[in-house]
C-alpha cells in the first residue's frame, strides 16, 4: 500500500518536469547554441529620396500624321514603313494628270490674256497720245482707258490663278515635312485618296517629352525643377531630366495635374508608356542591405546585436518599416536609429536570444583552392 501511495506522487514529480521543460524550451535552446560569427554594419541615417510613381506618357514634340491636300490615285510610294528621312525627301506621288491638264489650261488663258493685255496697252498708248493734241474727245479716251484697266486686271488675276493651280500640282508629290522614321504606311499604290486619308507619320528622333499626370494631393509640392526618372520595365533608370512645364489647369476628367519633362533616350518611342519617378526631396533614414531583412507573416524585420553583459551578445529580432529602396538597400522608416548593429549575415540560422559574435561587414570571403591547382 505505501508503495502504491508513493507512486502517484513520483508520477505527479514526472509531470511536472516534463511541463516545467516544455515551457522554457526555447530560451534554453537558444542559451545554449554555440555563439554564431555573424558581419553588422552600424546604423546611419543618410538622406533618401522621397518620391512616387506614376505611368508617363512619351510624346513627340516633332510627330506629323501626314495627309494628303488633294484627291486622287496613289501612282507611286517612294519609302518604307521603319524608314529613315531627310526633311523634303520624296514620300507618296498621287496622279496629277487632272492637275496638269487645269495647270495646262490655265497656261493658255493666261496667254489669251496677256494677248488682250497688250492690244489695249498699244490703244491706251495711242489713244493717250491724240487726246493729248486734242484729236479724240474726253469721252473716247476714257472708254479706251478702262479697256485698258480692266484687260490688265484680267491679265494679272489669270497669272496669279496659275500660280495656284501650279502650287497645288505640287500637292501630288508628297515629302518628309522634317527627319524622322517614317511609320506605317497603310494605303497601296492605286489606292483612291481624300485628304481624310492618313498616308504616314513621320516622327522626329531625340525631341521627345514625357506627359506625367500628378495627384491634385500633390499640387502644393508640384514645382518646375523636381528630377525626374524614367524608368524601364524592370524598374532601371533609362533616363534622367526634369519638369519644365506645370499646368495651370486640372484635368476634369483625370483629377490630376499634367507636367512635363523633355527625354532624349533612343531606348523611347512616341506613344510609348513609361513608369516615371518624381523625386519630391531627400530626408535621413537608416539604410539596410536587402539581405538582412526577412519577413514574418507580413512583417518585417532584422536582426540587431545586443549586449548580453561580460562581453556577450545576443541577437534580437526588431520589427521595422520598410520605405523605398535605394541600390541594395532598404530604406527603414521607423525601428531602427543611429548607432544600431544590424546582423547581415547567417540571418537565416538565427532565433530569438542566439549568442554571436559580432564582426563588421566585409568582402565576401574566396573559396578555398581545390586540391592540385
Not at 531606348?267 to 526631396?281: C, D, P, S, T
Not at 520605405?323 to 540560422?349: K, M, R
Request: aromatic fraction near 6%.
Amino acid at each position: 500500500m505505501k508503495t502504491g501511495a508513493v507512486l502517484p506522487v513520483i508520477t505527479f514529480g514526472a509531470l511536472l518536469v516534463a511541463t516545467g521543460c516544455g515551457k522554457s524550451a526555447p530560451k534554453a535552446s537558444a542559451a545554449g547554441m554555440p555563439a554564431m560569427p555573424v558581419h553588422t554594419i552600424t546604423v546611419q541615417a543618410q538622406a533618401v529620396a522621397q518620391s512616387d510613381e506614376y505611368v508617363a506618357t512619351i510624346r513627340s514634340r516633332r510627330s506629323a500624321t501626314i495627309n494628303p491636300q488633294v484627291s486622287g490615285n496613289i501612282t507611286r510610294i517612294q519609302v518604307h514603313s521603319g524608314e529613315h528621312v531627310r526633311a523634303g525627301q520624296p514620300l507618296i506621288d498621287i496622279d496629277p494628270s487632272k492637275q496638269e491638264a487645269t495647270v495646262a489650261s490655265q497656261a493658255a488663258t493666261v496667254q489669251q490674256q496677256l494677248a488682250v493685255f497688250n492690244y489695249d496697252k498699244t490703244e491706251f498708248d495711242r489713244e493717250k497720245k491724240l487726246y493729248a493734241d486734242g484729236i479724240v474727245s474726253k469721252d473716247a479716251f476714257e472708254q479706251v482707258q478702262q479697256a485698258y484697266g480692266s484687260s490688265r486686271a484680267n491679265y494679272e488675276s489669270a497669272v496669279e490663278t496659275l500660280h495656284t493651280q501650279q502650287q497645288e500640282l505640287g500637292y501630288y508629290h508628297i515629302a518628309a515635312p522634317f527627319s524622322g522614321v517614317i511609320g506605317d504606311i497603310p494605303v497601296h499604290v492605286g489606292d483612291y485618296v481624300s485628304p481624310t486619308t492618313m498616308l504616314t507619320t513621320d516622327d522626329a528622333y531625340g525631341d521627345l517629352e514625357a506627359y506625367i499626370y500628378v495627384p491634385t494631393q500633390r499640387a502644393s509640392e508640384v514645382r518646375t525643377g523636381l528630377p525626374v526618372q524614367i524608368l524601364d520595365g524592370s524598374g532601371n533608370t533609362i533616363d534622367t531630366t526634369s519638369i519644365d512645364f506645370v499646368s495651370p489647369q486640372v484635368d476634369d476628367a483625370l483629377q490630376g495635374i499634367l507636367v512635363k519633362a523633355p527625354v532624349h533616350s533612343r531606348q523611347l518611342r512616341n506613344l510609348q508608356l513609361v513608369e516615371a519617378r518624381i523625386v519630391w526631396g531627400t530626408a535621413p533614414h537608416p539604410l539596410v542591405p536587402v539581405l538582412a531583412v526577412s519577413r514574418l507573416g507580413g512583417q518585417a524585420f532584422v536582426f540587431t546585436v545586443q549586449s548580453a553583459g561580460a562581453r556577450k551578445f545576443v541577437a534580437h529580432q526588431q520589427a521595422i518599416t520598410l520605405g523605398t529602396t535605394v541600390g541594395n538597400d532598404y530604406a527603414v522608416l521607423n525601428g531602427l536609429s543611429n548607432g544600431d548593429q544590424v546582423i547581415v549575415s547567417g540571418t537565416q540560422f538565427l532565433v530569438e536570444g542566439a549568442p554571436v559574435i559580432p564582426m563588421p561587414a566585409g568582402p565576401p570571403p574566396t573559396a578555398a583552392p581545390r586540391a592540385g591547382s
